[in-house]
T-cell receptor, first 111, second 113 residues
């Protein structure tokens, strides 16, 4: 798996967009970018994944740069319940049947 | 769908005792994972199974740890003998191998005194 780099922590005001960056400069052409989050005391929860196109679902948007060396997870209207650790992971599906979690970014949403 | 079910949710035991953690994956999922989470080491992958067969146990810390998956709907993680440094939250997760999402259980919080 390509190594990912994320900021240790970030703050965001409630109701504002939270933009969480991830650097994966050594990503290979067939590696997908996955985002998970872990709310305190719970198991990690899948958010979104993508290969090279931007993706959006009911939870978030994923913006991947054209060179695929970095990506940004966007929570459009952060709420206090979005306070969690956010993990960015790269993986080749079908070939690497596992997920390895790094340290992630602690996102604190404040009122 | 009941999700991934783990038991017990909390376990407090004394050093030297045997601990058995249990997991029921989501029906139809063919891969099962055991993770351990501590403040110091974060979320670590211990072992995973494909179609009930252990594929990668390189994360198992030592011989005191063992995991089994006797059938597609049940797995155990056993620690014998347990030590205080084994205190952690142990998560089980499953997926249908592929691109899809990994589903986690609520975890088993183990405290070894």
């Amino acid at each position: 798996d390509a190594k990912t780099t994320q900021p240790t922590s970030m703050d965001c005001a409630e109701g504002r967009a939270a933009n969480l960056p991830c650097n994966h400069s050594t990503i290979s052409g067939n590696e997908y970018v996955y985002w998970y989050r872990q709310i305190h005391s719970q198991g990690p929860q899948y958010i979104i994944h993508g290969l090279k196109n931007n993706e959006t679902n009911e939870m978030a948007s994923l913006i991947i740069t054209e060179d695929r060396k970095s990506s940004t997870l966007i929570l459009p209207h952060a709420t206090l319940r979005d306070t969690a650790v956010y993990y960015c992971i790269v993986r080749i599906p079908h070939l690497e049947n596992k997920l390895v979690f790094g340290a992630g970014t602690i996102l604190r949403v404040k009122s | 769908d009941a999700g991934v079910i783990q038991s017990p949710r909390h376990e407090v035991t004394e050093m030297g005792q045997e601990v058995t953690l249990r997991c029921k994956p989501i029906s139809g999922h063919n891969s099962l994972f055991w993770y351990r989470q501590t403040m110091m080491r974060g979320l670590e992958l211990l072992i995973y199974f494909n179609n009930n067969v252990p594929i990668d146990d390189s994360g198992m810390p030592e011989d005191r740890f063992s995991a089994k998956m006797p059938n597609a709907s049940f797995s155990t993680l056993k620690i014998q003998p347990s030590e205080p440094r084994d205190s952690a939250v142990y998560f089980c997760a499953s997926w249908r191998a592929g691109i899809g999402e990994l589903f986690f259980g609520e975890g088993s919080r183990l405290t070894v005194l």
